[in-house]
């Protein structure tokens, strides 16, 4: 599915989100106060926007496991001539990273997207080092109730139409709202990092909530 709609994958996150999600990017790159020294593993990474963006590791290995997506990423790296970015066809569940490689980490609208989430957790606690930072970017729904109902009927009933239309994928932009709907709460999903072996755990919600940005400390 994810290889269908990788052409227009980039131009859909803009249109969808009314550019939104570069700005949620940034604010999860800024969690990590970047050094320079680091390396940054960018879980489902895609078409890599989240590894271009954070300029100030010292290396980047972005991880996805469709190939269509780390193909157009790789394009843009080469475009961008960030030699330091690394593209791995792989398994979130079975990291191609050695224990304790891994200064900092993210994951932006993927973790859901993972067969066994909790599983992908625990792979990116024992790549990390002790004590390396980790962002997460989830969709959540806006804690007002009545942008809580315009947020539902846009996900159920305008952006899959938008999405279908454009992608010319039927199913994939109607996965979008099921999986957001599938996945745990704020709550919920912070007590997952913290059993995968995460500490100062904290889900801040951006946008009223639209989107969470988790953040967390490897123990």
């Known amino acids: ?6 052409r227009r994958y ?3 996150n803009r249109v969808l989100s ?3 999600d570069r700005s949620w990017r940034r604010r999860a790159i800024q969690s990590l106060a970047i050094e320079g020294h680091e390396t940054l593993l960018d879980l489902c990474t895609g078409t890599a926007d989240v590894a271009l963006a954070a300029t ?3 290396r980047t290995i972005g991880v996805d496991f469709a190939f269509e997506m780390l ?5 843009k790296i080469e475009d961008a001539q960030r030699t330091h970015i690394w593209l791995v ?4 569940t079975s990291l191609p990273c050695a224990t304790s490689s891994i200064d900092l980490a993210t994951i932006a609208f993927g973790i859901r997207n993972v067969q066994d989430p909790a599983r992908a957790l625990c792979e990116v606690a024992r790549v990390m080092k002790p004590g390396g930072r980790l962002a997460i970017l989830e969709f959540g729904e806006p804690r007002v109730p009545i942008l809580r109902g315009l947020y539902r009927w846009y996900f159920r009933a305008v952006l899959p139409r938008i999405g279908a239309l454009v992608s010319r994928h039927a199913n994939a932009y109607s996965y979008l709202p099921a999986s957001v709907g599938a996945f745990p709460s704020p709550q919920a999903f ?5 059993t995968a072996g995460f500490s100062d755990v904290q889900a801040d919600p951006l946008t009223l909530g639209v989107v969470y940005l988790y953040r967390a400390r490897r123990l």
């Open 190 to 194: 912070c007590e997952q990092l913290r």
């Open 89 to 92: 066809r792989g398994d979130a």
């Open 10 to 12: 980039d131009f859909l």
């Open 71 to 75: 193909r157009i990423g790789r394009g």
């Open 18 to 20: 009314a550019g939104l």
């Open 56 to 58: 100030g590791a010292r």
């Open 1 to 6: 599915m994810f290889d269908a709609i990788a």
